[in-house]
């Protein structure tokens, strides 16, 4: 008797067990809601991606652009000169878009909400992607016998520009029709910012600078269209500056230089590409619409 219980016992003790499996319809909106929140915890703590709606960034930027910011980067360091970021404008900055009539049927901030996700929803009335310019302690001015912007006296050249501001129209502080602007010495906190596309941006040369605790991050890598895929690392012109401080002389936030880590474009990319451009877009869920006022 002892010897069949003990073979008996051997025996469950052997079998496999095994957990009835999931059927498909219960199984596929299970994962589509652990990705959905996955894609939500990412925009809200890491990278989220931004319609450009506007040409003020051109030929960097163009309009249709979607473009990846790390929300995370600033946390850990100032910006850089050359770096494009994404921010929220004062109240001295004015949208260079007209804002759409807002609804709030049901039904239209559920397509809001939609559009979010997706990429397509309403331009969110104070957000802006420019270029780093100034940081704070910075003279910021233009121009220089050639046409260039000065900083701290330096002239910088900058390649990436598209239609310039005519040189001779008279400056005006409350228009950016003119290149040339008084020099600005830019305050604590703060940081000057321009547009590539300096005939058509409304920038801190008419709106006034912008503090940095407004940045909702680094813009460093266009997504869609996949034609246009590329990073958005700093210029050469703007490495050659910052390697051209004097050691200690740099004002505050002009720290060193990071490329796009890859490790989170890997990470992002197929999250967004999963949800985002399976639905002809690459946005992130966001309150209140994220087109850019670029």
């Known amino acids: 008797m002892q010897g069949y219980r003990g073979s008996s016992s051997r025996r469950r003790r052997g079998r496999v067990i095994r957990r009835k499996e999931m059927p498909l319809w219960q199984e596929l909106p299970l994962l589509l809601v652990v990705a959905f929140c996955l894609a939500v915890l990412i925009r809200t703590f890491l990278v989220q991606a931004f319609f450009i709606p506007s040409g003020s960034m051109e030929n960097t930027l163009l309009v249709g652009d979607r473009v990846l910011v790390n929300k995370v980067v600033y946390d850990m360091r100032d910006p850089v ?44 009335e104070r957000d802006f992607i420019k270029r ?3 940081l704070p302690g910075d003279k910021v001015a233009c121009c220089d016998d050639k046409g260039r912007i000065t900083v701290n006296g330096a002239p910088i050249d900058e390649p990436y520009l ?16 003119s290149r040339r602007f008084a020099e600005v010495t830019v305050p604590q906190d703060e940081m000057f910012v321009m547009g590539d596309h300096r005939l058509v941006s409304q920038d801190a040369r008419c709106q006034g600078t912008v503090p940095i605790d407004n940045v ?5 890598v266009v997504v869609w269209p996949t034609s246009r895929f590329t990073s ?11 390697a051209g401080q004097p050691v200690g002389a740099a004002p505050l936030g002009s720290a060193p230089a990071r490329e796009p880590d890859p490790a989170t474009t890997a990470a992002a990319l197929p999250l967004l590409l999963t949800i985002g451009v399976s639905a002809r877009s690459g946005l992130w869920l966001r309150p209140r ?6």
């Open 81 to 124: 000169r050359g770096e494009v970021v994404v921010f929220r404008g004062t109240d001295n900055w004015a949208p260079e878009q007209p804002a759409e009539p807002i609804s709030n049927t049901f039904g239209a901030k559920l397509g809001r909400t939609i559009g979010d996700l997706v990429g397509v929803s309403r331009p969110g």
């Open 132 to 134: 780093v310019i100034g």
């Open 162 to 177: 598209f239609e310039d501001s005519p040189l001779d129209a008279p400056p005006n502080p409350r228009q950016c029709s």
């Open 216 to 220: 909702i991050g680094r813009a460093f």
């Open 232 to 242: 958005l690392s700093v210029p050469d012109n703007w490495k050659a500056y910052a």
């Open 289 to 294: 619409g994220r087109r850019l006022r670029s």
